[in-house]
């Protein structure tokens, strides 16, 4: 799947930024199928519209999520994770009393998330580095080095 730069703007600057987000049930217990994924599914698109958020690709394996989510430039990715998983495992231990009879908690405490970008971090890298031989910036570059030092 290729995802298309997609930039957003907001009063502070011009944003893209996407999470690879992952996280299991307690004990990694094979839970999350037939209602239970269904119903999953259209919470985490809920939270995602709540908050302004784009779900680029959504799994829901039996033992564990996977979520791509492009979201806003004030939300660190922990509070992403947390919001996903603290709305869901309450309201799927409502409407399910299985799974809060059977497990203390929905969700295991930890989570794995990874940035993600239209661009690798290669190409950042050595984009970064290669700024001085751009064409406009070469002037720039000679008369810096023929500034006296101070």
């Not at 908050?51 to 004030?74: C, N, Q, S, T, Y």
């Not at 993600?116 to 290669?122: E, I, K, P, R, Y």
């Amino acid at each position: 799947m290729t995802v298309t730069r997609k930039v957003r703007r907001y009063s502070g600057g011009v944003y893209d930024l996407g999470l690879h987000v992952v996280w299991c049930p307690k004990y990694r217990r094979r839970v999350l199928g037939g209602r239970v994924a269904v119903r999953l599914r259209e919470l985490i698109e809920a939270k995602a519209a709540e908050k302004g958020w784009e779900i680029i690709a959504l799994e829901v394996m039996p033992d564990h999520v996977h979520l791509f989510v492009k979201h806003g430039p004030k939300a660190s990715a922990s509070y992403v994770a947390n919001q996903f998983k603290g709305f869901t495992s309450r309201v799927l231990r409502q409407e399910f009393p299985h799974l809060k009879s059977q497990m203390p908690t929905l969700w295991s405490s930890s989570f794995f998330v990874a940035s993600v970008g239209a661009v690798s971090a290669d190409t950042v890298e050595k984009y970064i580095n290669t700024q001085w031989e751009r064409p406009w910036t070469k002037k720039q570059k000679e008369d810096a080095e023929r500034a006296p030092r101070v």
